[in-house]
């Protein structure tokens, strides 16, 4: 999940100020101040679901709710979750009358159950994500206009003529793009080079292209990289990629969950608490009975969005596994945002290329295709991958032909691609919450590559 930043987002300077000097005051508040808070941009999330969006209205009036029932979070449970199903099938039910006025924008997203998901985020959502980011950072000592790396294939993928190309650097913002399509072992030293070239002070992105650019980096003798701090996002992220990404760098790896929905964020002190951020929405767990033996405090994810009006996500079950931490002791560092436990967040595979690059963000590419309702690639042998595919009515040859071409632009030519179909259920089996979007059956031993 890269941060999805662009020139416009600087075009709100006073509510930009204003909420991160909120966002700066409020980490240190109570857990009464922080709750207060909640209650009160919940009701009017649920104010504005009530009277203006015909989904909502018919879930309250089902359930002979009204939104002044609602007094305390703990209420919230009064209304049934919201599944991504029901996105799906209600999505146009969902909208708010204010969307457009909002400059509400669709993304869409495969999350950690693998199925696509589309939904809208405004500016108000932009606005807090942006403070969400600048708040968590400035933990690890960063400060607006530090020179910032990032590993995404976003931009690179979507300008054809820079494809190929390492990195992308931007002046304005002082933003080094790192091309994570082309992280491998005949490009770690230039893009080891443009690192130190432009000063680069910070690092984000997914756990596993950290970890592998760690150890490649490791693998080519390069020991001269070292930086304030190190971001991972997007994935779980195990305990050896931690070590290994913290001696390669030299500092501190400071952790982040969140997903593109955007109801739940959490992010990793400097004391290494994982801190939810109750300010930007509302975190339940809720139980799982095919986890019964699960420790009592663990579950569901299901979030509650607090700034999103154009299409207020309220209940969302985001699939991914959380621990609370049952102690309520406060973190060393003092901060008075709640600490979870635990979580279990995406765990894909790498797909290695024959031209030898670590292909780590490989699920994104189904996200940008409407047919399909689930997807899955393997990595038979060196030179071979199998897409499964469940899709709906409205896929097409075309449809296929094109996802063949961004295959292509991911994986390179050497690399053949078969398709086949089946049907959502077959290929989700029995594991609805753990579905790897990405297998490799190479024998990958990655510490020596
Ligand atoms: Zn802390």
Same mark, same amino acid.
């Given at each position: 999940?890269?941060?999805?930043?662009?020139?416009?987002?600087?075009?709100?300077?006073?509510?930009?100020?204003?909420?991160?000097?909120?966002?700066?005051?409020?980490?240190?508040?109570?857990?009464?101040?922080?709750?207060?808070?909640?209650?009160?941009?919940?009701?009017?999330?649920? &104010?504005?679901?009530?009277?203006?969006?015909?989904?909502?209205?018919?879930?309250?009036?089902?359930?002979?709710?009204?939104?002044?029932?609602?007094?305390?979070?703990?209420?919230?449970?009064?209304?049934?979750?919201?599944?991504?199903?029901?996105?799906?099938?209600?999505?146009?039910?969902?909208? $708010?009358?204010?969307?457009?006025?909002?400059?509400?924008?669709?993304?869409?997203?495969?999350?950690?159950?693998?199925?696509?998901?589309?939904?809208?985020?405004?500016?108000?959502?932009?606005?807090?994500?942006?403070?969400?980011?600048?708040?968590?950072?400035?933990?690890?000592?960063?400060?607006?206009?530090?020179?910032?790396?990032?590993?995404?294939?976003?931009?690179?993928?979507?300008?054809?003529?820079?494809?190929?190309?390492?990195?992308?650097?931007?002046?304005?913002?002082?933003?080094?793009?790192?091309?994570?399509?082309?992280?491998?072992?005949?490009?770690?030293?230039?893009?080891?080079?443009?690192?130190?070239?432009?000063?680069?002070?910070?690092?984000?992105?997914?756990?596993?292209?950290?970890?592998?650019?760690?150890?490649?980096?490791?693998?080519?003798?390069?020991?001269?990289?070292?930086?304030?701090?190190?971001?991972?996002?997007?994935?779980?992220?195990?305990?050896?990629?931690?070590?290994?990404?913290?001696?390669?760098?030299?500092?501190?790896?400071?952790?982040?969950?969140?997903?593109?929905?955007?109801?739940?964020?959490?992010?990793?002190?400097?004391?290494?608490?994982?801190?939810?951020? &109750?300010?930007?929405?509302?975190?339940?767990?809720?139980?799982?009975?095919?986890?019964?033996?699960?420790?009592?405090?663990?579950?569901?994810?299901?979030?509650?969005?607090?700034?999103?009006?154009?299409?207020?996500?309220?209940?969302?079950?985001?699939?991914?596994?959380?621990?609370?931490?049952? $102690?309520?002791?406060?973190?060393?560092?003092?901060?008075?945002?709640?600490?979870?436990?635990?979580?279990?967040?995406?765990?894909?595979?790498?797909?290695?290329?024959?031209?030898?690059?670590?292909?780590?963000?490989?699920?994104?590419?189904?996200? $940008?295709?409407?047919?399909?309702?689930?997807?899955?690639?393997?990595?038979?042998?060196?030179?071979?991958?199998?897409? &499964?595919?469940?899709?709906?009515?409205?896929?097409?040859?075309?449809?296929?032909?094109?996802?063949?071409?961004?295959?292509?632009?991911?994986?390179?030519?050497?690399?053949?691609?078969?398709?086949?179909?089946?049907?959502?259920?077959?290929?989700?089996?029995?594991?609805?919450?753990?579905?790897?979007?990405?297998?490799?059956?190479?024998?990958?031993?990655?510490?020596?590559?």
């Amino acid at each position: 999940m890269p941060v999805d930043f662009s020139i416009k987002d600087f075009f709100y300077p006073i509510a930009l100020i204003k909420m991160r000097r909120f966002l700066e005051k409020s980490q240190w508040y109570s857990s009464d101040q922080l709750e207060s808070y909640q209650i009160n941009r919940l009701r009017e999330i649920l &104010s504005l679901a009530y009277e203006h969006i015909p989904y909502y209205r018919q879930v309250f009036s089902d359930n002979g709710i009204h939104p002044d029932d609602i007094t305390e979070i703990d209420q919230l449970k009064r209304l049934p979750v919201l599944t991504k199903d029901i996105v799906r099938r209600e999505y146009r039910r969902l909208q $708010s009358p204010f969307a457009e006025k909002l400059h509400a924008k669709a993304y869409c997203t495969s999350g950690s159950t693998g199925a696509p998901v589309s939904f809208l985020l405004d500016k108000p959502a932009n606005i807090l994500e942006f403070c969400y980011y600048w708040r968590h950072w400035s933990w690890a000592g960063y400060r607006l206009g530090a020179r910032f790396g990032e590993f995404t294939c976003g931009f690179f993928i979507k300008h054809e003529h820079n494809k190929n190309d390492i990195a992308y650097f931007s002046r304005l913002t002082g933003r080094l793009q790192l091309n994570s399509l082309m992280l491998g072992e005949h490009t770690v030293l230039k893009i080891a080079e443009r690192i130190r070239s432009y000063s680069i002070r910070f690092l984000n992105g997914l756990a596993s292209t950290l970890y592998y650019f760690a150890l490649l980096c490791k693998k080519a003798r390069i020991t001269d990289i070292s930086f304030c701090a190190v971001f991972s996002q997007g994935e779980m992220l195990l305990p050896a990629y931690r070590s290994l990404i913290e001696s390669t760098f030299h500092c501190k790896l400071y952790d982040s969950y969140g997903h593109m929905e955007r109801t739940v964020a959490i992010s990793e002190c400097p004391d290494g608490g994982y801190h939810i951020n &109750s300010e930007y929405g509302i975190l339940e767990v809720i139980r799982d009975e095919s986890h019964s033996g699960e420790n009592a405090t663990g579950g569901i994810a299901v979030g509650t969005s607090l700034h999103n009006f154009s299409m207020p996500l309220i209940r969302y079950v985001i699939n991914d596994r959380i621990e609370l931490d049952a $102690s309520n002791s406060p973190c060393s560092c003092g901060r008075g945002l709640p600490l979870i436990k635990k979580l279990y967040g995406r765990n894909e595979d790498v797909i290695i290329t024959p031209d030898g690059r670590f292909v780590t963000d490989i699920f994104t590419v189904f996200e $940008s295709f409407s047919g399909i309702e689930l997807a899955r690639i393997e990595q038979t042998d060196a030179r071979r991958v199998l897409v &499964s595919l469940a899709c709906s009515n409205n896929w097409s040859n075309s449809t296929e032909y094109s996802l063949r071409r961004v295959l292509e632009k991911y994986l390179g030519a050497e690399m053949r691609v078969d398709i086949i179909y089946t049907d959502a259920q077959s290929l989700r089996g029995t594991c609805a919450n753990k579905f790897k979007m990405v297998v490799s059956h190479l024998n990958v031993k990655s510490e020596g590559l």
